[in-house]
C-alpha cells in the first residue's frame, strides 16, 4: 500500500504568487483532512472532506483558501495569493471514517507540504 | 473552549532510561486518546490508541496511561534509544466526532 502521497513536498514562492497543493489518499478512505503545521506546533485542521463534500471548512481561510476533492478521491489545496504568513507545511490525512461515536478512528498522514513564501 | 496541551519543552534522556510524556486536557471528555510519532520533515504516523476505561495500554517499549480524574495522559518509552529521538504529539477527537485536535507536540531526544 503507497500510503498517503502528497507533492510538492518542497515549494518556494514569492509573495502574491498562487500556490497548489496535491494530495492522493489511501485507498477506500472515505474521509480526507488538510492540516496546517506551523514550526514547533501541532497540526491546525484546515477542511476535512467525506467523500466529495466538504463537511467542515470553518478554519480555512476562504479569501484566499481554496479546496477541492473532484469524485471523492484525489485532493488539491490551493493558494492564492500567498502570503508571507503562509510559510508552513501542509499535511494531507486521510481515515476510513470518523471519530464521531467512537473517537477511535485513527489517520493515516502524508509526508507534508512544505510552503516557503518570500 | 476544549484544549489538549502538552509540554512543549523539549525533553532530553539518557539512552537507557525510561522517558515520560505528558499529555492533558481541558473542557471536555474525550473517550479515547491517540499518541502519534512525528519525525522531521515527515507527516505524523500513529504508534497508540487508549480508553478512557483502559487505564493503561502496551505496545514492545511503550506504555500509555489514561487517568480521567487527573484529565491527563502518560506517555512512557522504556530502555530509550536514540532511534526514538522525535516529536511525539497527543490527540483526540472533539466533542462532535469530526475533527482529531493536536497537541503542540513535545520533542524527545535521546543521546
Known amino acids: 500500500e503507497a500510503g498517503v502521497v502528497q507533492s510538492p513536498r518542497y515549494k518556494i514562492i514569492e509573495k502574491k504568487q498562487p500556490v497548489a497543493f496535491w494530495c492522493n489518499p489511501i485507498?477506500?478512505?472515505?474521509?480526507l483532512y488538510w492540516y496546517l503545521q506551523n514550526l514547533g506546533q501541532g497540526p491546525e485542521l484546515l477542511i476535512r472532506?467525506?467523500?466529495?463534500?466538504?463537511?467542515?471548512d470553518s478554519q480555512l481561510p476562504k479569501d484566499r483558501f481554496s479546496a477541492e476533492r473532484l469524485k471523492g478521491v484525489d485532493s488539491t489545496l490551493k493558494i492564492q495569493p500567498a502570503e508571507l504568513g503562509d510559510s508552513a507545511v501542509y499535511l494531507c490525512?486521510?481515515?476510513?471514517?470518523?471519530?464521531?461515536?467512537?473517537?477511535?478512528?485513527?489517520?493515516?498522514f502524508g509526508a507534508g507540504s512544505r510552503l516557503t513564501v518570500l | 473552549s476544549q484544549k489538549i496541551e502538552q509540554n512543549s519543552e523539549a525533553l532530553n534522556i539518557q539512552e537507557g532510561k525510561t522517558a515520560t510524556l505528558t499529555c492533558n486536557y481541558t473542557?471536555?471528555?474525550?473517550?479515547?486518546l491517540q499518541w502519534y510519532r512525528q519525525d522531521p520533515g515527515r507527516g505524523p504516523v500513529f504508534l497508540l490508541l487508549?480508553?478512557?476505561?483502559?487505564k493503561e495500554k502496551r505496545k514492545e517499549r511503550l506504555k500509555v496511561t489514561f487517568d480521567t480524574t487527573l484529565k491527563q495522559s502518560l506517555f512512557h518509552i522504556t530502555a530509550s534509544q536514540p532511534a526514538d529521538s522525535a516529536t511525539y504529539l497527543c490527540?483526540?477527537?472533539?466533542?462532535?466526532?469530526?475533527?482529531?485536535?493536536f497537541g503542540k507536540g513535545t520533542s524527545l531526544l535521546v543521546t
Open positions: 490527540a483526540s477527537w472533539g466533542n462532535s466526532g469530526y475533527a482529531l485536535n
Open positions: 485507498s477506500g478512505h472515505n474521509t
Open positions: 473542557n471536555y471528555s474525550p473517550a479515547y
Open positions: 487508549i480508553r478512557e476505561n483502559e
Open positions: 472532506y467525506e467523500n466529495e463534500e466538504a463537511v467542515d
Open positions: 490525512a486521510s481515515s476510513l471514517g470518523t471519530g464521531a461515536g467512537s473517537g477511535a478512528n485513527v489517520l493515516t
